[in-house]
C-alpha cells in the first residue's frame, strides 16, 4: 500500500510517531503490527474501506496469535518481559555484544545462570528462575544446528572474576567459555582491567542484526526496571561504532583465552 501511493517509509513512520527501523520490521514480518498503527496507516494511505480495513485487523489479529503459539519461548512462564527480544534472537543472523559484569546470556552455563537469577533478587516467585534458566539455555541452540547464529561477544575482566555461585561455578563457566571460544561462529574478547577507562564503562547493550539487507540493526540495553529498544538509525550506528572502539581496545581472541584460560587456573 505504501509503494502504491509512492509514499517512504518516513513517511510511514511519522504516521506511527515511530522509527524507520520499526516500519521496516513490520513490512517484513520481523514484528507484529498493532491495531492502532494500522488505522494509521490506512488512513495515511486513503483507505476508506471500513471492510478493508477489518480485514487487515483480523490479519494481524491472526498473524499476531499464530506467533504466540508457535513461538517456543511460550512455554515458559516468566518471559513476558523479554519475549521481543528473544523473538528477534530467534531470526538475527548476528549479535554483537558488550557486558561489564556478566558473561552473555548465550554462553551461559545452567548453575551460573541460576546463581545469577538468585543473587540479582529481582525475581518475586522463586519457581520462575528454573523455568528462567531453562529458557536460557534453549536460546543457546542458536549457536548450533543448520542456521548458526554469529556472535561476537565482548566482556569486561570482572565478569570472569567475580565468583557468582563460588568457584565451582565459575570453573564450569570459565571451562564454558573456552569450549565455545573454538566454534568457528563465536568470537570472544576480553577487556582487561589494564585498558583503564574506556568508551563502554557506562553501559552494557547488544546490537541485532538480520541477513536481509534491508532490516536495519536494533539495539537492545537491560536496565534496573526496564528494557531499552534503539532503533533509530543514529542509534545504530552510535553503537557499531561504540561497539567497534571497544573491540579494539580489548584483548585479541587469542590473549582473551589466555586469560580466561589463567583465572580458571587461579581457581
Known amino acids: 500500500m505504501r509503494e502504491a501511493h509512492d509514499m517512504r517509509q518516513s513517511h510511514a513512520a511519522d504516521a506511527?510517531?515511530?522509527?524507520?527501523?520499526?516500519?521496516?520490521k513490520i513490512e517484513r514480518g520481523l514484528v507484529p503490527i498493532r491495531d492502532p498503527d494500522i488505522r494509521a496507516l490506512c488512513h495515511l494511505y486513503g483507505e476508506a474501506d471500513s471492510?478493508?480495513?477489518?480485514?487487515?485487523?483480523?490479519?494481524?489479529?491472526?498473524?499476531?496469535?499464530?506467533?504466540?503459539?508457535?513461538?517456543?519461548?511460550?512455554q515458559y512462564p516468566g518471559l513476558e518481559s523479554m519475549v521481543e527480544y528473544v523473538a528477534l534472537e530467534d531470526i538475527a543472523s548476528s549479535l554483537r555484544t558488550w557486558?561489564?559484569?556478566?558473561?552473555?546470556?548465550l554462553l551461559q552455563t545452567p548453575d551460573y545462570a541460576r546463581a545469577l537469577a538468585v543473587g540479582n533478587g529481582s525475581w518475586e516467585d522463586p519457581d520462575e528462575i528454573e523455568p528462567f534458566?531453562?529458557?536460557?539455555?534453549?536460546?543457546?541452540?542458536?549457536l548450533t544446528g543448520d542456521r548458526p547464529l554469529e556472535l561476537w561477544a565482548v566482556m569486561h575482566e570482572s565478569a570472569l572474576r567475580q565468583l557468582v555461585g563460588g568457584r565451582?561455578?565459575?570453573?564450569?563457566?570459565l571451562g564454558h567459555l573456552l569450549d565455545m571460544a573454538r566454534q568457528p561462529n563465536v568470537k570472544l574478547q576480553v577487556m582487561p582491567y589494564l585498558a583503564g577507562a574506556h568508551p563502554g564503562m557506562t553501559s552494557a547493550f547488544t546490537i541485532v542484526s538480520f541477513a536481509d539487507p534491508g532490516a536495519l540493526d536494533v539495539v537492545h540495553m537491560?536496565?534496573?526496571?526496564?528494557?531499552?529498544?534503539?532503533?533509530?538509525?543514529?542509534?545504530?550506528?552510535r553503537h557499531v561504532r561504540l561497539f567497534d572502539r571497544i573491540t579494539r581496545l580489548g584483548l585479541a581472541q587469542r590473549n582473551s583465552v589466555r586469560l580466561v584460560d589463567g583465572i580458571l587456573k587461579e581457581l
Do not use: C, F, H, Y
Request: charged share 30%.
Open 133 to 142: 534458566v531453562e529458557a536460557r539455555m534453549a536460546r543457546q541452540a542458536r
Open 51 to 74: 471492510a478493508a480495513v477489518d480485514r487487515l485487523l483480523a490479519l494481524a489479529k491472526a498473524d499476531r496469535e499464530r506467533r504466540k503459539a508457535s513461538g517456543w519461548w511460550n
Open 168 to 173: 565451582q561455578v565459575m570453573r564450569e563457566q
Open 222 to 237: 537491560d536496565t534496573t526496571s526496564s528494557t531499552l529498544w534503539l532503533e533509530s538509525d543514529t542509534d545504530a550506528e
Open 99 to 105: 557486558q561489564l559484569a556478566i558473561v552473555p546470556g
Open 16 to 24: 506511527l510517531t515511530a522509527s524507520v527501523a520499526k516500519v521496516a
